[in-house]
């Protein structure tokens, strides 16, 4: 169902708005709306603008605990001791955030330098590492007068070709170093006069020179261990440092979590004046909160304020009088509950509408236990379905295993038990061989015949529904002449009535009678928008166009008489799956060996396992399908905005 709301409209001086919020609107739920949008009427309106001053320092809180908890702001718990953070000020918690941000940043300042040399130390290695084969030393190179010297790498093509062709031509030292699938590293010497003219030359064979800074050590590959060296230095100094930040945090950490959740809620509730608005009055200046709250909220809400002097709560009880439109905020029972996700997905019910959650729980749940009636798999899902959902809280765990209680009471009716039908007589019937005669038609499988009647009953609900929500809403031309109205209802009732008379052997109704049930509420769909025009007192009851009225109402009515026809049949699907559940099941058994006296049981287990998946998932979105086209197509509006309280914290 849904919950009655209040809209309230909350007043005091704009120095006490911080006081208010925490004080009362945190233990409440309040749907907050835009002040300026609501209270255009009132004069001297203006914006509530102040800047946060909890915003940084809530931040900063922020990253010092995701640097403690890996990263993730979700993994951050409650404070240990809930007083702390009760008897904890604001302003004490400012300091303690500010005060361990500042020596965190110390550190983290001194690991950025460290880590600006390590850096630069692993540039240096990766430079020198792919000439570690040249046993000279670098320094050495470096200081040649008379003879030039070139690091650098050439293609693996190029560098045959240069020495097959070129390198026994000119005066040139080439020593080759590591290469790799594309590259040959290599340092090449040439007297100081050819030096422009071998460049040159090695150049046009796509030689890439590095330049290398003088300040190795040794050979490369001396230089190269001693850079290791240093980068293990700087690596266990950043380490270092790694652990006096945590080390630090973790002296504070029931402080800090302390002061995040005070600066949290001291941040969130500073946001309201997003929302709120300002009035001046003399020399005063006042707030104004505006929002719904639910109607038992509200009374308690109310009498909180009677005691206080400075705050004042005005509630508007005439919703014609408010600019937006009451938010929706569900309250069903704890077993329907998780159907309230479907009832999301497809959209909330407007305020005053019915919710129809209650109704989708009890369908989805019937439906699906016809549609995979075993006892033992039911049982699976029902066990199954509640543990997950005591573990994980998921709504669809829930939803699986109220679906699994009806699937074990349709086992019990149909004799099926993880596939065996032998086991014990079905309370019921056996979906694949129960068969009746029927006339005009003849055999027909008898679960079929009752999907279709459930379907037609179903259907005259959902009628009744559309009859009621429209009368709610005061939409004369749905609630009577419509296709799914009181029009629709004569008209399906009747159609109901013929086919379950002609079946069961019994006379029909005279033919006047007949002709009265079926002609006359066709005629009222037919002319639903004349007559919706006469009773609401409308000038104009027929359209100027009459033409295309009569030709445009015929294709409607045709497309409704369709749509009966198509959706009744729509339910066929539900008896449909019963049988080849059945059926699917006898497969799993025969290839399990039953048949043969030796059964192999993990065949049968597994076979079991991938049925209840399979047609568990296929028999889940076959019935929502069901109920989103074929129930909540016919009275559903789902025009409803959710209701979001604002800010509410537990401390």
Same mark, same amino acid.
């Given at each position: 169902?849904?919950?009655?709301?209040?809209?309230?409209?909350?007043?005091?001086?704009?120095?006490?708005?911080?006081?208010?919020?925490?004080?009362?609107?945190?233990?409440?739920?309040?749907?907050?709306?835009?002040?300026?949008?609501?209270?255009?009427?009132?004069?001297?309106?203006?914006?509530?603008?102040?800047?946060?001053?909890?915003?940084?320092?809530?931040?900063?809180?922020?990253?010092?605990?995701?640097?403690?908890?890996?990263?993730?702001?979700?993994?951050?718990?409650?404070?240990?001791?809930?007083?702390?953070?009760?008897?904890?000020?604001?302003?004490?918690?400012?300091?303690?955030?500010?005060?361990?941000?500042?020596?965190?940043?110390?550190?983290?300042?001194?690991? !950025?330098?460290?880590?600006?040399?390590?850096?630069?130390?692993?540039?240096?290695?990766?430079?020198?590492?792919?000439?570690?084969?040249?046993?000279?030393?670098?320094?050495?190179?470096?200081?040649?007068?008379?003879?030039?010297?070139?690091?650098?790498?050439?293609?693996?093509?190029?560098?045959?070709?240069?020495?097959?062709?070129?390198?026994?031509?000119?005066?040139?030292?080439?020593?080759?170093?590591?290469?790799?699938?594309?590259?040959?590293?290599?340092?090449?010497?040439?007297?100081?006069?050819? !030096?422009?003219?071998?460049?040159?030359?090695?150049?046009?064979?796509?030689?890439?020179?590095?330049?290398?800074?003088?300040?190795?050590?040794?050979?490369?590959?001396?230089?190269?261990?001693?850079?290791?060296?240093?980068?293990?230095?700087?690596?266990?100094?950043?380490?270092?440092?790694?652990?006096?930040?945590?080390?630090?945090?973790?002296?504070?950490?029931?402080?800090?979590?302390?002061?995040?959740?005070?600066?949290?809620?001291?941040?969130?509730?500073?946001?309201?004046?997003?929302?709120?608005?300002?009035?001046?009055?003399?020399?005063?200046?006042?707030?104004?909160?505006?929002?719904?709250?639910?109607?038992?909220? !509200?009374?308690?809400?109310?009498?909180?304020?009677?005691?206080?002097?400075?705050?004042?709560?005005?509630?508007?009880?005439?919703?014609?009088?408010?600019?937006?439109?009451?938010?929706?905020?569900?309250?069903?029972?704890?077993?329907?509950?998780?159907?309230?996700?479907?009832?999301?997905?497809?959209?909330?019910?407007?305020?005053?509408?019915?919710?129809?959650?209650?109704?989708?729980?009890?369908?989805?749940?019937?439906?699906?236990?016809?549609?995979?009636?075993?006892?033992?798999?039911?049982?699976?899902?029902?066990?199954?379905?509640?543990?997950?959902?005591?573990?994980?809280?998921?709504?669809?765990?829930?939803?699986?295993?109220?679906?699994?209680?009806?699937?074990?009471?349709?086992?019990?009716?149909?004799?099926?038990?993880?596939?065996?039908?032998?086991?014990?007589?079905?309370?019921?019937?056996?979906?694949?061989?129960?068969?009746?005669?029927?006339?005009?038609?003849?055999?027909?499988?008898?679960?079929?015949?009752?999907?279709? !009647?459930?379907?037609?009953?179903?259907?005259?609900?959902?009628?009744?529904?559309?009859?009621?929500?429209?009368?709610?809403?005061?939409?004369?031309?749905?609630?009577?002449?419509?296709?799914?109205?009181?029009?629709?209802?004569?008209?399906?009732?009747?159609?109901?009535?013929?086919?379950?008379?002609?079946?069961?052997?019994?006379?029909?109704?005279?033919?006047?009678?007949?002709?009265?049930?079926?002609?006359?509420?066709?005629?009222?769909?037919?002319?639903?928008?004349?007559?919706?025009?006469?009773?609401?007192?409308?000038?104009?009851?027929?359209?100027?166009?009459?033409?295309?009225?009569?030709?445009?109402?015929?294709?409607?009515?045709?497309?409704?008489?369709?749509?009966?026809?198509?959706?009744?049949?729509?339910?066929?699907?539900?008896?449909?799956?019963?049988?080849?559940?059945?059926?699917?099941?006898?497969?799993?058994?025969?290839?399990?060996?039953?048949?043969?006296?030796?059964?192999?049981?993990?065949?049968?287990?597994?076979?079991?396992?991938?049925?209840?998946?399979?047609?568990?998932?296929?028999?889940?979105?076959?019935?929502?399908?069901?109920?989103?086209?074929?129930?909540?197509?016919?009275?559903?509006?789902?025009?409803?905005?959710?209701?979001?309280?604002?800010?509410?914290?537990?401390?």
């Amino acid at each position: 169902m849904i919950e009655k709301m209040k809209f309230l409209s909350i007043t005091g001086h704009k120095g006490d708005i911080d006081r208010v919020v925490d004080q009362y609107l945190s233990k409440y739920e309040i749907h907050l709306e835009n002040a300026l949008s609501e209270l255009k009427t009132v004069t001297n309106l203006k914006p509530f603008t102040e800047n946060n001053p909890y915003k940084g320092q809530l931040q900063a809180a922020e990253e010092l605990l995701a640097s403690y908890w890996e990263g993730s702001l979700e993994k951050i718990p409650l404070p240990e001791d809930p007083k702390l953070s009760q008897d904890l000020s604001v302003e004490d918690a400012v300091q303690i955030v500010e005060g361990l941000d500042q020596e965190v940043q110390t550190l983290c300042a001194e690991k !950025a330098e460290l880590q600006k040399g390590l850096d630069q130390l692993q540039v240096s290695k990766n430079q020198i590492q792919p000439f570690r084969d040249l046993n000279y030393s670098v320094s050495s190179i470096m200081q040649f007068k008379y003879v030039r010297f070139r690091f650098g790498r050439i293609p693996h093509e190029y560098y045959q070709k240069f020495m097959d062709y070129v390198y026994d031509t000119i005066d040139v030292v080439m020593h080759r170093c590591q290469d790799d699938e594309q590259y040959i590293w290599v340092v090449y010497f040439v007297p100081d006069i050819l !030096a422009d003219k071998i460049d040159a030359i090695l150049a046009s064979l796509h030689f890439e020179r590095f330049f290398l800074p003088d300040e190795y050590e040794g050979t490369p590959t001396e230089a190269s261990l001693l850079l290791d060296g240093k980068i293990e230095a700087v690596q266990m100094q950043i380490q270092e440092i790694n652990q006096k930040i945590i080390a630090r945090i973790q002296s504070q950490k029931n402080k800090l979590l302390a002061a995040h959740q005070k600066l949290k809620r001291f941040s969130t509730n500073f946001d309201v004046r997003r929302l709120a608005a300002c009035t001046s009055h003399e020399n005063h200046t006042f707030y104004i909160l505006c929002g719904w709250m639910s109607e038992a909220d !509200a009374s308690a809400f109310r009498a909180e304020l009677d005691n206080d002097p400075e705050t004042f709560c005005f509630v508007e009880d005439d919703h014609n009088n408010i600019t937006s439109t009451p938010p929706t905020k569900l309250k069903n029972f704890g077993i329907f509950k998780p159907f309230e996700m479907f009832i999301k997905m497809y959209g909330l019910p407007a305020y005053g509408e019915i919710d129809p959650t209650m109704l989708l729980g009890l369908t989805y749940s019937f439906l699906f236990g016809f549609m995979f009636g075993d006892a033992g798999q039911g049982l699976c899902l029902l066990f199954g379905g509640f543990f997950l959902y005591r573990a994980k809280k998921m709504n669809l765990a829930a939803i699986i295993s109220c679906c699994g209680f009806f699937s074990t009471i349709f086992g019990f009716l149909f004799g099926s038990v993880f596939g065996f039908e032998d086991v014990f007589k079905p309370l019921w019937l056996h979906p694949k061989e129960a068969m009746m005669q029927l006339p005009f038609i003849g055999n027909l499988n008898t679960v079929f015949v009752v999907a279709i !009647a459930l379907g037609m009953g179903i259907v005259l609900v959902t009628m009744l529904l559309n009859v009621a929500n429209s009368l709610r809403f005061q939409d004369v031309e749905k609630a009577w002449f419509d296709t799914n109205g009181v029009a629709g209802i004569v008209f399906y009732a009747a159609m109901a009535a013929m086919v379950f008379l002609y079946m069961g052997g019994h006379p029909l109704p005279a033919a006047a009678i007949m002709a009265v049930m079926f002609l006359l509420p066709l005629l009222v769909i037919f002319f639903k928008e004349p007559l919706a025009a006469l009773v609401e007192k409308k000038a104009e009851a027929m359209p100027k166009e009459k033409g295309m009225f009569f030709v445009q109402g015929f294709f409607e009515l045709f497309e409704v008489l369709l749509s009966y026809f198509s959706n009744t049949l729509s339910f066929v699907r539900v008896g449909a799956f019963a049988v080849s559940h059945a059926a699917m099941m006898e497969v799993v058994l025969m290839l399990g060996g039953i048949e043969s006296g030796s059964p192999n049981w993990l065949v049968i287990i597994l076979g079991n396992l991938f049925v209840c998946g399979m047609e568990g998932l296929i028999v889940g979105i076959q019935v929502l399908r069901l109920e989103y086209y074929e129930l909540f197509s016919r009275f559903y509006r789902g025009t409803g905005r959710e209701f979001t309280p604002y800010g509410r914290t537990d401390s």
